[in-house]
């Protein structure tokens, strides 16, 4: 059975950074495109990034770009969102997916920027 687990998130202050991570289990993590997707209090769950399996193809939501940064390591099963200039809209719960419409994705882990 698939599993997906973020961790990392936690309050950061505005202008701050912080660094999520999603390990992988279950199924051949280096086979699959991987995405991150967000939540906030009261909205639809939104797309914020994906990312092709051996990394070749990167693409952002317009709200992120560049201020947000993904990555993987295939050899950890592991995806990563590195998150700077956070602002107090970036607050969310933040998942990784293994599908392009944010169904097959973990419990998520709250970012909260805030002074």
């Known amino acids: 059975e698939a599993q997906l687990v973020e961790s990392g998130g936690g309050l950061v202050q505005p202008g701050g950074s912080i660094r999520l991570s999603c390990v992988a289990s279950?199924?051949?993590?280096?086979?699959?495109?991987m995405y991150w997707f967000r939540q906030a209090p009261g909205k639809e769950l939104e797309w914020v990034s994906s990312?092709?399996?051996?990394?070749?193809?990167?693409y952002y939501a317009n709200s992120v770009k560049g201020r947000f940064t993904v990555s993987r390591d295939n050899s950890k099963n592991t995806l990563y969102l590195q998150l700077n200039s956070l602002k107090t809209e970036d607050t969310a719960i933040y998942y990784c997916?293994?599908?392009?419409?944010?169904?097959?994705r973990g419990q998520g882990t709250q970012v909260t920027v805030s002074s």
């Open positions: 279950g199924f051949i993590f280096g086979s699959y495109s």
């Open positions: 997916a293994k599908d392009g419409r944010g169904e097959e």
């Open positions: 990312m092709s399996k051996y990394g070749e193809d990167i």
